[in-house]
């Protein structure tokens, strides 16, 4: 069963990068949905999708935060990892990493890492 | 985007009873939806997708129906393991959007 673990740090400074990554474990990286996604929970904004990065390293970004989001994969390492340029308050929450299965319904979750944006 | 909007935000009932939540999408989306119970501090768990689709090891007093732009999420008898937050999801197109959220509490 494959199994998913954020980490990173959990205070960024405003307007500085985010930087996250995610572990795939008990599985190939490969199986299953072939793209690897990041969601957010915030208070203010409940769950928003951040975006989905596939095996072969193309995107998909929610054009909310395009232009400060990238995505990356090192599939040796069966890792994938998120950075987010120029944070604010507005960008705490929790993250997590996901992979989407049948119907495109995220059933396998990372348990969240959060991030506090403070100075 | 496709907005996804949820009724009631919030609710109570008691064990036993029988429970119907609503999400209604600002466009169509065929049956590309899905559904999530989340508990304090743990990641959402999907209870259905593709509208009526039962996950696998989901108990089956969960249904979900609708289609085009109504879906219900409806709990035939409530257990205390079911009191938690429930969210639908679109995959219909990009961005993936949420509903805000329906919180079920204990009467």
């Known amino acids: 069963q494959v199994q998913l673990q954020e980490s990173g740090p959990g205070l960024v400074k405003p307007s500085q990068t985010l930087s996250l990554t995610c572990t795939v474990s008990?599985?190939?990286?490969?199986?299953?949905?072939?793209?690897w996604s990041w969601i957010r929970q915030s208070a203010g904004k409940g769950l928003e999708w951040i975006g989905r990065v596939y095996t072969s390293g193309s995107t998909d970004y929610n054009p909310s935060l395009k232009s400060r989001v990238s995505f990356s994969v090192d599939t040796s390492k069966k890792q994938f990892s998120l950075k987010l340029t120029s944070v604010t308050a507005a960008d705490a929450a929790v993250y997590y990493c996901?992979?989407?299965?049948?119907?495109?319904?995220?059933?396998?979750w990372g348990q969240g890492t959060k991030v506090t944006v403070s100075s | 985007d496709i907005q996804m909007t949820q009724s009631p935000s919030s609710l109570s009932a008691s064990v036993g009873d029988r429970v119907t939540i609503t999400c209604r999408a600002s466009q169509s989306i065929s049956t590309y939806l899905n559904w999530y119970q989340q508990k304090a501090g743990k990641a959402p768990k999907v209870l259905i997708y593709?509208?009526?689709t039962l996950q696998s090891g989901v108990p089956s007093r969960f249904s979900g129906s609708g289609s085009g732009t109504d879906f219900t999420l409806t709990i035939s008898s409530l257990q205390p393991e079911d009191f938690a937050t429930y969210y639908c999801?679109?995959?219909?197109?990009?961005?993936?959007?949420f509903g805000q959220g329906t919180r079920l509490e204990i009467k």
């Open positions: 999801q679109q995959s219909y197109s990009i961005p993936v959007t």
């Open positions: 593709a509208a009526s």
């Open positions: 008990g599985g190939s990286f490969r199986s299953g949905s072939y793209f």
């Open positions: 996901a992979n989407a299965g049948r119907g495109q319904a995220y059933d396998i």
